[in-house]
C-alpha cells in the first residue's frame, strides 16, 4: 500500500496479514466484479436485505484490492474470516456507496 485511503475517490482500507491494504473501487476493478458475480446492483440490494454471502464479499474485496502482488485471494478470505461481518463493514459501506453512488 502507498498512503492511505482516499475516501474520496471511494477508497477503504482493511488489514490483511497485518497491514494495511487499499480498497479502490475503480471501473476495472468493478467490472472484474461484476463478471464474477453478477449485476451490481443486485449485489448491493442483496447487501441491503442481508443476504450478501462471504464468497461475495470475499470477491468485492479481492477485485478492489489496488494492490495485489503481495496477498493472494485466500489471504482476503482468511482476513474476511477473522475480521468477521463486523470488521468488513466499514470498508463493505465504503465499496457499496461507491458503486450507488460513484463520485459526484
Known amino acids: ?10 477508497e477503504a482500507a482493511i488489514m ?3 497491514a494495511p491494504h487499499i480498497l479502490r473501487p475503480s471501473f476495472a476493478a ?5 463478471e ?3 449485476p451490481l446492483f443486485a449485489l448491493v440490494e442483496r447487501a441491503g436485505d442481508g443476504q450478501l454471502r462471504l464468497s461475495e464479499l470475499t470477491a468485492l474485496f479481492w477485485h478492489c484490492l489496488r494492490c495485489r502482488e503481495s496477498v493472494s485471494r ?6 474476511v474470516v477473522e475480521a468477521g461481518l463486523a470488521g468488513c463493514a466499514k470498508p ?3 465499496l457499496l ?3 450507488l453512488q460513484g463520485t459526484g
Open 16 to 18: 490483511i496479514g497485518g
Open 74 to 79: 485466500e489471504d482476503v478470505e482468511r482476513t
Open 30 to 34: 468493478l467490472v472484474t466484479a461484476e
Open 97 to 99: 456507496g461507491q458503486i
Open 36 to 38: 464474477e458475480l453478477g
Open 92 to 94: 463493505l459501506r465504503a
Open 1 to 10: 500500500m502507498t498512503g492511505p485511503a482516499n475516501p474520496l475517490r471511494g
